[in-house]
């Protein structure tokens, strides 16, 4: 079944059970975070949620039903990607990377299969009546507070777009840009961007306030499931994500211009916010938000956004998410993303074998990675590799293991590293860029990071002891037991 919107993601959803609907009437503000953040906590990630009757804050019925949790588990996410294993797409990654021409005709038409494949990524720009457009509120007609936008948590600074694809382009080469940045409500016509400095977004902001221009921008609030997974990824600069939610769901991302700014957004989006950004306007505040950390984030100044068109889809369902107290429906979109981009970490540092962001962590706090170790030394050269790489140069805690641990069993992961680390040989501390949400920092965005190497130590690094083997179980007896298992009562 082809995903392209989210209807069809929902009724995909019904079809495995992984649906509840919520029938009584519930309330934006906050009641429908704390019914949420209860089913995000069940184990494996709790049911998605549709609540059919949600309440505004006027206390009067949205005519929009809100889906949350969409993402939040294993299963969801694989099906929002087209997959049964994540590890499906990290896969085709590594084929394609492995363009090398072979020799002979016949090689070289084996070689046409996945040049093909390359070709159908772009999105395709369509024109016509498409179903992000067949309600289109301009003017005096514009009404923000008809849209269900949850309200989080009691000190959150107002009502918070959350699962967002914010678009924007380069104004100097055109390249799009799509991002997942919460947005606040700040009253029906205007709303205000949370872009942190190291995002794209905020750089394509800068660009055009340097040129004393107004910026067009599209919020666009629920899309095929591939192209909303594909606004949280960490792409290098200048991949275009709908390219990429193209080669996730192996069929191009069909686009459309949005009503009153030069931007394109998903032909079958359920909602979009158009708008713009004036320069010489000054900063608005923004926040507080209770953010994936646990902790609320500080109110900070951000710009804002004059609204000048909402589309939506005429039974448009507005897509949530909340984020707070790990574990939450994030950590199934930071999950994928981890075992996606496998193959690009490998590229550059092909020692790695696998690695692991536990939702304990908050994506950046802590970073578990094993290697096969050749060399003295090798665990720090990866530690550099890492904080060097892209947004994993936020990565607060690296534990670097060898290749035969599960890094994504934190339990065996921990029970390893504090095993293996004498402390003040294997840890080194760093400086360096620092997540905008981390308070603990010594200065707003840069503070210190720490690597522990649990790696087994070679005579070259000091240790000269016999280095213990692993407790383990001989294969016979195992095999003996395991045939044994049913009758002696313990299997269930």
């Known amino acids: 079944m082809s995903l392209d ?127 992000c457009q067949e309600v289109v509120w301009q003017g005096d007609e514009i009404d923000l507070d008809r849209i269900p936008v949850l309200t989080t948590w009691p000190e959150d600074g107002g009502p918070f777009f959350t699962m967002t694809a914010v678009v924007s382009k380069d104004p100097a080469r055109g390249i799009r840009n799509v991002g997942m940045y919460r947005v606040q409500q700040l009253d029906k016509r205007s709303v205000a961007m949370h872009w942190q400095r190291h995002k794209t977004g905020a750089a394509h902001w800068r660009e055009m306030a340097a040129r004393g221009e107004k910026m067009p921008v599209c919020i666009v609030v629920g899309a095929d499931p591939a192209s909303m997974y594909s606004a949280s990824a960490p792409l290098p600069p200048g991949v275009d994500e709908f390219i990429f939610a193209g080669f996730l769901r192996r069929n191009p991302v069909k686009l459309v211009k949005a009503v009153t700014c030069d931007i394109e957004v998903p032909w079958d989006a359920e909602l979009v916010i158009e708008g713009y950004i004036d320069p010489a306007e000054e900063l608005v505040v923004e926040g507080p938000f209770g953010d994936h950390t646990g902790y609320y984030s500080e109110a900070d100044l951000y710009p804002k956004v004059h609204v000048t068109a909402v589309t939506m889809r005429r039974d448009m369902t507005y897509v949530a998410t909340i984020v707070g107290r790990p574990p939450m429906e994030d950590f199934y979109l930071g999950h994928a993303t981890e075992r996606i981009f496998l193959p690009l970490l490998k590229l550059t540092t092909p020692e790695i074998v696998d690695y692991h962001m536990p939702a304990e962590g908050g994506f950046h706090n802590l970073v578990f990675v094993s290697i096969r170790k050749s060399y003295p030394g090798q665990a720090y050269k990866v530690m550099n590799a890492l904080w060097g790489a892209g947004l994993m140069s936020l990565a607060k805690v690296l534990v670097v293991v060898d290749d035969w641990v599960n890094v994504r069993n934190t339990q065996e992961a921990w029970w390893v590293a504090l095993n293996n680390i004498d402390p003040e040989r294997d840890v080194r501390f760093t400086l360096g860029p620092m997540d905008v949400l981390d308070h603990s920092s010594r200065a707003f965005t840069f503070g210190s990071k720490m690597g522990l190497d ?22 016979a007896t195992k095999a003996k037991m395991d045939a044994a298992w049913a009758r002696l009562g313990l299997a269930k």
């Not at 503000?29 to 709790?46: N, S, V």
């Not at 590890?87 to 070289?108: F, N, S, W, Y």
């Not at 649990?454 to 083997?469: H, L, S």
């Open 454 to 475: 649990a790696t087994k130590k070679m005579p070259e690094e000091g240790f000269t002891r016999a280095w213990p083997t692993v407790i383990e179980m001989d294969a």
């Open 5 to 131: 919107s989210v209807a069809d993601f929902i009724q995909a959803i019904d079809g495995i059970g992984e649906l509840v609907r919520v029938a009584e009437p519930v309330s934006v503000h906050l009641e429908m975070c704390e019914i949420a953040d209860r089913t995000m906590k069940l184990p494996g990630g709790g049911p998605a949620l549709l609540f059919e009757r949600p309440l505004l804050r006027d206390g009067t019925t949205s005519a929009y039903p809100v889906a949350i949790n969409l993402f939040g588990s294993m299963k969801r996410m694989a099906l929002a990607l087209g997959v049964e294993q994540l590890d499906e797409h990290g896969a085709r990654i590594t084929q394609l990377m492995d363009l090398k021409v072979p020799e002979g005709l016949v090689g070289k038409l084996s070689l046409l299969p996945r040049l093909f494949e390359v070709s159908k990524f772009p999105p395709r720009l369509k024109h016509g009546a498409p179903p």
